[in-house]
């Protein structure tokens, strides 16, 4: 795939996996154009004074609910990453209608506007929360993965494909834990963990978007793909921030889970495994994307890939390195 002929529109473009996608692909790919596409004016200026204003890059104002803004920003497009999303649990709980809106219709408004624009690809970023959820964030991301993959029955009247990744925690990210433990420890309070038995699959922002990029250069139409990732417990990050601070436990808050799951039993039958990661072929006997039959193995019967029984964990160096950087940003902004 060459990345210099693509015209990239990023939806929620100016968030944090955003602007580091856009970060990777100017220095390594230079597409013909990247096109920035959010609702955050302030967000979009931020870009610009933060060094992102280079000529290919496009800053387009816009709200995923809007179908005829998606329209016209994707004429041109070959290549959409489907980012944007209302992400907070407590949030989302709270305003589900507002997270349906944008996470399930305004997928589909995504999904509409690129078979319209004739885009070759389109790929969407999932989340574990949409594997048997139990919040409505999570059924709002299983719903738009149902969506992106089931909306490769129009393939036979237009050259779009879709596909989703789905991977855990993203450290770093808008609502992870750590700003939060690093605030508790610069206050001297102690840090609050909801349940200590906690498990979470862990990857650095940088190996989501390579995981995504890859996906991209790879993908047939219908698949999701799982990146094999670490898991660590929650104990051991707030150790890793804190040694020695006292912990309290708050209890789980309404939708939260103990431990993660990103493939269930009932997928592993369609997932084939290879090096580094799994993908999920659509159930549909006469669809593309059953491609990686032969370059992946088959799963046994029962797999479950879940964060307590993942065998690869984090060990506290590892965990000390990934949070180096965001533990150097948030200095950083104190001192500002």
Avoid at 282 to 308: N, T, V
Wanted: a negative charge; aromatic letters at 8%.
């Amino acid at each position: 795939m060459n990345w210099k002929n693509q015209v990239v529109l990023v939806t929620g473009g100016t968030g944090s996996f955003g602007k580091k996608f856009i970060e990777i692909m100017q220095a390594e790919y230079q597409p013909a154009k990247i096109i920035i596409f959010s609702r955050d004016e302030l967000k979009q200026h931020e870009m610009r004074l933060a060094g992102f204003d280079q000529p290919n890059l496009r800053y387009f104002l816009g709200d995923i609910r809007d179908r005829e803004r998606l329209v016209r920003a994707m004429n041109g497009v070959t290549v959409v990453v489907h980012a944007a999303a209302l992400k907070q649990v407590p949030a989302c709980e709270y305003n589900p209608m507002e997270a349906i809106k944008t996470n399930i219709l305004g997928s589909s408004n995504v999904i509409e506007a690129a078979i319209d624009a004739g885009v070759e690809k389109v790929l969407a970023l999932s989340t574990d929360k949409a594997v048997n959820p139990v919040n409505l964030y999570g059924a709002t991301k299983l719903a738009a993965e149902k969506l992106f993959v089931q909306s490769n029955t129009y393939a036979a009247n237009s050259p779009t494909r879709f596909s989703c990744v789905r991977y855990g925690n993203v450290i770093g990210s808008r609502g992870s834990v750590i700003p939060l433990f690093l605030q508790q420890r610069a206050n001297g309070t102690v840090l609050t963990i909801t349940d200590e038995r906690m498990t979470r699959f862990w990857l650095s922002l940088e190996q989501g978007v390579r995981f995504v990029i890859r996906a991209i250069e790879q993908m047939h139409g219908g698949e999701v793909f799982v990146p094999k990732i670490p898991s660590t417990r929650i104990t051991d990050v707030a150790h890793t921030i804190a040694p020695g601070a006292p912990i309290e436990q708050i209890g789980i808050r309404p939708g939260e889970k103990l431990h993660e799951v990103l493939i269930h039993e009932d997928e592993a039958r369609s997932t084939v495994e290879l090096e580094d990661m799994y993908v999920i072929q659509p159930a549909e006997a006469l669809w593309f994307g059953h491609e990686w039959q032969e370059k992946g193995s088959p799963l046994p019967d029962g797999f479950r890939y879940d964060s307590l029984t993942n065998p690869a964990w984090l060990t506290e160096e590892e965990i000390r390195q990934m949070i180096a950087p965001i533990e150097l940003a948030y200095n950083n902004r104190t001192l500002a």
